[in-house]
C-alpha cells in the first residue's frame, strides 16, 4: 500500500510560519510513530499569483483532487489587496473548496483549561466548552448567482445573491446530525428565517432531515440571537450548523472563546471517495495575519490542530489525533504561551518555532 499523500499549501502570511511547524509534526509520526505521507508542497494565494498571475494554478488544482488530504496554511495580505477580483488569493481557496465540493466545514472551538482565564469573558462562562460549529461551505451569499457590480442608471449597484437548494441543505444538515450523535446529541441551527426565505427553506430542510436522528434535540435559532447567545452562555450548545457566511461570521466569534484566534482549527470535508474516507482539505480558521507575519510570533496551533483533524477524520488514526491534542493541552498547561495567549504580566512569550518544539517534546514524553 502506498503511504497516504498530503498537499501542502503553505500560502501567505503567517502560513509558511505555521505550517513549518507542522511539516515537524508530520515527521515526528513518521520517525516516532511509523505513520509516512507522501508530503507534496505547492503554491496557494498571494504566493501562487506572484508565479502564476493566478491565486491557484490547474496544476495544483488537480493535485489536490488526488491526494488524501491538503493542508492550508491562510490567504491574502495588504501586498494583494488591489488586485482584480477575479485573481485575489481568497479566490485560490474559494476554488478549491468549491471544485473540491467540500460542502461540509467543521469548527471546533474548545476551551482548554488552561486558557480559561484568557478568555475575553469569565472563566466560568468558558471552561471546559466543547462546540462544534458545522458551516456549510460550497453554497449561499459566497458563490450565489447573479453576483458582480453593475452600471445602474448613474451609480453602481454591488450584487450577492444568497441561493440554497434543497439538497445543499439537506447535506450539511446530515453531517451536522451525524456528528452530533458522536457527540452531546445536540444540534441548533441558525439562519434568519423571519426576514430571508433561504432561511425558511433552510428551517423546513433541517426540521425533515431531524426526522431520521430521533436521538439528536433539534431547536432552531436566528442567526443574529445565535451570536448574541454564544457570547452570553456558549455551553448550552454541542453542534451548531449555519450557512456559509454566518458560519464564517460566528466560528471567528467562537474563536475568542477558547483564548484567540489562534487556537481554531478547521476541516473542511466532502462525499466520500471510493475509499470510503472524505475528501478534505484542513486549515487554521484565522487569516494569514500581515500584522505579526514574519516575526515568528504566530501561534501555530490552530494549524497543529488541523493536522490532528487530519489524522482523525481522512487517516483514521483517531488514538494519535487524541495524542497531539493531548500533547498541545499539556504545554498550554505547563504555561508555554505564543504572544497572542499571553494572559498575564511577566510571563514572557514564546516564538512560533518554540511552540512547535513544545508540542514536539510533550509528544516524545506520550511515548
Ligand atoms: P486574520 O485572521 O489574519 O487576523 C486577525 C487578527 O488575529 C490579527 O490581529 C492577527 O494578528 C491575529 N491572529 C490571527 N491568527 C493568528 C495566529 N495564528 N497567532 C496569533 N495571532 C493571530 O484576519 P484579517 O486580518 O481580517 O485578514 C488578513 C488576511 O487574511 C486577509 O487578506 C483575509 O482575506 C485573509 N484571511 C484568510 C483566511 C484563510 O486563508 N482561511 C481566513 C481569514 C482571513
Ligand atoms: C475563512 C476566511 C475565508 C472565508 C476567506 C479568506 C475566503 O475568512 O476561512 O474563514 O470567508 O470563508
Ligand atoms: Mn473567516
Known amino acids: 500500500m502506498p503511504n497516504p499523500s498530503i498537499l501542502i499549501l503553505p500560502g501567505d502570511g503567517i502560513g509558511p510560519e505555521v505550517m513549518a511547524e507542522v511539516r515537524k509534526i508530520i515527521a515526528w509520526f513518521g520517525d516516532k510513530r511509523g505513520l509516512r505521507f507522501d508530503v507534496s508542497e505547492d503554491l496557494v494565494g498571494g504566493a501562487a499569483y506572484d508565479k502564476h498571475r493566478l491565486p491557484l494554478a490547474d496544476e495544483t488544482m488537480a493535485k489536490a483532487q488526488e491526494v488524501d488530504a491538503v493542508l492550508l496554511g491562510a490567504v491574502g495580505g495588504p501586498a494583494y489587496d488591489g488586485l482584480d477580483f477575479s485573481v485575489k488569493p481568497e479566490r485560490g481557496l474559494l476554488r478549491l473548496r468549491k471544485e473540491m465540493d467540500l460542502y461540509s466545514n467543521l469548527r471546533p472551538a474548545q476551551c482548554f483549561d488552561a486558557l480559561a482565564d484568557f478568555s475575553s469573558l469569565k472563566k466560568d ?93 433539534l431547536s432552531h435559532m436566528y442567526a443574529d440571537n445565535g451570536a448574541m447567545q454564544l457570547v452570553r452562555a456558549p455551553k448550552q450548545f454541542d453542534v451548531i450548523l449555519t450557512d456559509n457566511l454566518f458560519g464564517d461570521i460566528l466560528s471567528d466569534c467562537a474563536a475568542m472563546l477558547t483564548g484567540s484566534l489562534g487556537m481554531l482549527p478547521s476541516a473542511s470535508l466532502g462525499a466520500p471517495m471510493e475509499n470510503g474516507r472524505p475528501k478534505a482539505l484542513y486549515e487554521p480558521v484565522h487569516g494569514s495575519a500581515p500584522d505579526i507575519a514574519g516575526q515568528g510570533k504566530a501561534n501555530p496551533i490552530a494549524c497543529i490542530l488541523s493536522f490532528a483533524m487530519a489524522l482523525r477524520y481522512s487517516f483514521d488514526q483517531g488514538a494519535e489525533a487524541d495524542r497531539l491534542e493531548a500533547a498541545v493541552e499539556k504545554v498550554l498547561a505547563d504555561g508555554v504561551r505564543t504572544a497572542d495567549l499571553l494572559a498575564s504580566e511577566g510571563v514572557e512569550p514564546v516564538s512560533t518555532s518554540q511552540m512547535g518544539d513544545a508540542v514536539i517534546t510533550a509528544l516524545d514524553a506520550s511515548i
Open 125 to 217: 462562562i468558558v471552561a471546559g466548552l466543547d462546540i462544534m460549529i458545522v458551516r456549510e461551505l460550497t453554497s449561499g451569499v459566497y458563490f450565489g448567482e447573479p453576483r458582480g457590480i453593475i452600471e445602474e442608471g448613474n451609480e453602481r449597484v454591488g450584487i450577492n445573491t444568497q441561493r440554497y437548494t434543497e439538497s445543499e441543505i439537506e447535506r450539511a444538515a446530515r453531517s451536522a446530525f451525524e456528528l452530533a450523535m458522536r457527540r452531546g446529541k445536540k444540534v441548533c441551527s441558525m439562519e434568519k428565517a423571519n426576514v430571508m426565505e433561504s432561511g425558511i427553506l433552510w428551517r423546513e430542510v433541517v426540521t425533515r432531515v431531524g426526522k431520521d436522528y430521533p436521538e439528536v434535540g
